[in-house]
């Protein structure tokens, strides 16, 4: 059974980085589609970036685009979120996510992913 396990939150001064990690363990990750996710208090869980099972497709929502990235290393079966730039407004726990493949492609949508780490906090402030 696949399990995920986030590191690497923290309090960052804004316009700061953080590099997000996740290790998954009991399948092969390169078999699924991946993705970060965050939710704020009060609202709804919302989608960050996501990669296609093949590597080859990323789709990061508008608000963190040009600033986060995706990855894989398929030799350790981890994800990483970098994240650059960092405002008030990225504050939330972070949650990586798998789930099947959907034949080279990624959605920013909780519902195509089944898998979910037990997220980590990510806090952007002075």
């Known amino acids: 059974q696949l399990q995920l396990v986030e590191a690497g939150g923290g309090l960052v001064q804004p316009g700061g980085s953080l590099r997000l990690s996740c290790a998954a363990s009991g399948v092969r990750l390169r078999d699924y589609t991946i993705g970060w996710f965050r939710q704020a208090p009060g609202k709804e869980r919302e989608g960050v970036s996501c990669?296609?099972?093949?590597?080859?497709?990323?789709k990061n929502s508008d608000s963190v685009k040009g600033r986060f990235t995706i990855s894989r290393d398929n030799a350790k079966n981890t994800v990483d979120l970098q994240m650059n730039s960092l405002k008030p407004e990225d504050t939330a726990v972070y949650y990586c996510?798998?789930?099947?493949?959907?034949?080279?492609?990624?959605?920013?949508?909780?519902?195509?992913?089944?898998?979910w780490g037990q997220g980590t906090q990510v806090t952007v402030s002075s």
């Open positions: 990669m296609a099972s093949n590597s080859a497709f990323t």
């Open positions: 996510a798998a789930g099947p493949s959907l034949f080279g492609l990624c959605v920013l949508s909780p519902r195509h992913f089944g898998s």
